[in-house]
């Protein structure tokens, strides 16, 4: 999950042929593991926290694809987080 704590940010997800969003100070988006995302333009003047749930800690490859077939079998043995990012509640099933 990624929370704007301040400014505005354009923000490209999925990878380089993704979609940009712009997203402000308030704004909150969960993006799930594998999808590639970053910043846009030259705007310096936003802060952005993010958080990964149950304790689980980032794990970055960039131009790596000999490190691909094995990311996404990491990811697919990722558990679906017990509580919601955003809300705090408890999952019963999941979103989608």
């Known amino acids: 999950m990624l929370g704007i704590c301040k400014g505005e940010v354009r923000l490209k997800i999925g990878g380089l042929q993704g979609k940009i969003f712009h997203l402000k100070a308030g704004d909150a988006i969960i993006i799930p593991a594998g999808v590639g995302h970053f910043s846009v333009g030259n705007a310096t003047d936003y802060l952005v926290a993010g958080g990964y749930p149950d304790g689980n800690n980032w794990?970055?490859?960039?131009?790596?694809?000999?490190k691909y077939e094995a990311a996404k079998?990491?990811?697919?043995?990722?558990?679906i987080p017990a509580l919601h990012p955003v809300s705090g509640e408890l999952f019963t099933s999941f979103p989608c």
């Open 59 to 66: 794990d970055m490859i960039y131009n790596e694809p000999e």
């Open 73 to 79: 079998q990491h990811i697919r043995l990722l558990p």
